[in-house]
């Protein structure tokens, strides 16, 4: 400290304090790059490793969170089975996926959750990424109406060509469907299928279809409910 001092006093004197002012700046400056350059990347790390612990975290919570809701949903279904007599009973849930080269993402629907009655053949790896598009007339009616029946999908062949398809696909009879909600759009819809020719009629059906949707809901878009509330 005592040479800084005498080496400011020796510049003063010979070239006058303004120019000792502007040499010790440059040299604090120089100081101060020095340290940026040698700390810097130390306080980038840091910064990224934290980053990266909280994206870990997070994705973790939210991992276990979804498995205790599949948990719920799966318990909905089978009681769902149980009071309305269906043989399968499936969660779907809307999805993005890549985006056309205006940037506009495609939609996709997928199965997310099933359960299905003793005897009954699982359909859920059968309804992964499906295009809306195959099912878009099935949608809007859903979306428009908040929920779908139909006694025997015989009835819809010409109406919904590709989602005869895929039922008949399945041996399915009758179809029951009712709209899943987020905090402002449908997100989803629950829907159950019975098959070898059973009729379920839409009276006897839709309340507990429902009241399962509304549950499911709840489930679903607590998150986004809770943000809201507080």
Known sequence: MKEIFEFFKQISEEYGVTAALSILALGLLGYYSYFLIKTFPKVIQSVVEKKIRENSDNHKNATKKRKNIIMEVSKILSDLILD??????????????????????????????????????????????????????????????????????????????AMYSLLKRDNVTSVTAYAIYGVNEVIGYIIIHSINGKILSRGNVLPQVAEAAQRVSALLSFDDLEEIVN
């Open 84 to 161: 309305t007599g269906a043989n399968r009973a499936l969660l779907f849930e809307f999805s993005n996926g890549t985006s056309n080269l205006a940037g506009l993402p495609f939609l996709f629907v997928n199965a997310t959750s099933e359960s299905v009655s003793l005897g009954t053949s699982s359909v859920v790896t059968s309804y992964q990424r499906v295009n809306i598009c195959l099912l878009a007339d099935f949608i809007f009616e859903l979306e428009t109406k908040g929920y779908y029946h139909v006694d025997n999908i015989e009835d819809i062949k010409n109406i919904y060509p």
